[in-house]
């Protein structure tokens, strides 16, 4: 005997196209906004040498950061990585993380409508928040003592 599990629909599209009414974004404007901002981030002085070491081929890079930016700020789910793992060990502190906001409010102002801007925005500082509790646990759980600094 063969289990056929029952179809169960999915919302995502739905929710996906009351996201894009709602805040006026679509896939167009996040992949203008994540090239923008990356431009940004590649020329600046603090954060372009943290990426530089990390990121050498950046167009398949920039794909993955429209999927996730489309996952995050559209539910789309296009996004499949571990950003967590991948971040938990860079060189970095508040400060980077608060430049980095910094350049992608710039950004979000510019390149979105004002209610994708907010929405873009409220989603990267939550982002950063997380991303930066993940650096700085990342000593403790590897048995090292956090830097105080």
Known sequence: MT????????ARPAVT?????ETGLDEGILRNLVHRFYDRVRADEVLGPVFAARITDWPPHLER????????ALMTGRYHGAP???HATLPVTWAHFDHWLHLFRQTATEVCPPAGAAHV???AERIARSLHMAVEDTPRSAG???SLR
Do not use: D, H, Y
């Open 84 to 86: 967590v793992p991948a």
């Open 144 to 146: 090292m003592t956090p």
């Open 3 to 10: 289990f056929n599990p029952p179809s169960i629909p999915s």
């Open 17 to 21: 196209a009351a996201l894009m009414q």
């Open 121 to 123: 925005i409220e989603r």
């Open 65 to 72: 950061m429209v999927a996730f930016w489309s996952s995050v």
